[in-house]
């Protein structure tokens, strides 16, 4: 037996309650996007950059600076982490831009990238100059 059901119509006032949520969740998303910019104004100086960098990520990418180039093995000798950690850790790093990378072969190659400043003309890395300013302050 072959029972049939009626379709529903769309109803006039659903359709009208859903445009109505799409505007608030649309107005919602620009206020937040407005609270994010201003509770987080950009960071021009470098080394307050280098500190927000979470301190797992910080010790990869001071192993970074001091080997110049280098693998995720490389760097696990020095964190004493396991490669895997340190592969992980160098990708984030790559993704936000502190660090650049090259494949040779099959392994990939970890250096620090860097960014040129328009006022001094010159490429400064911003681990460079993090410990140029420790260099000053502890003599």
């Not at 059901?5 to 620009?30: C, F, G, K, T, W």
């Not at 950690?85 to 970890?110: A, M, P």
């Not at 990238?113 to 410990?131: F, H, I, N």
Request: charged share 35%.
């Amino acid at each position: 037996m072959l029972i049939i059901m009626p379709v529903p119509e769309y109803d006039i006032n659903v359709i009208a309650l859903l445009n109505d949520l799409d505007d608030r969740l649309r107005q919602l998303e620009s206020r937040v996007a407005e609270v994010e910019l201003r509770s987080s104004p950009p960071v021009d100086d470098k080394m307050a950059m280098f500190l927000t960098v979470p301190d797992s990520i910080r010790k990869s990418l001071l192993a970074v600076s001091t080997l110049e180039s280098c693998t995720a093995d490389e760097v696990s000798e020095i964190t004493g982490r396991h490669r895997s950690i340190e592969n992980k850790y160098l990708n984030e790093l790559y993704r936000s831009g502190w660090l650049k990378r090259d494949r040779k072969g099959k392994k990939i190659f970890y250096s620090l990238k860097k960014r040129l400043e328009a006022d001094k003309k010159q490429y400064v890395s911003a681990v460079e100059e993090l410990e140029s300013k420790l260099d000053q302050l502890l003599g």
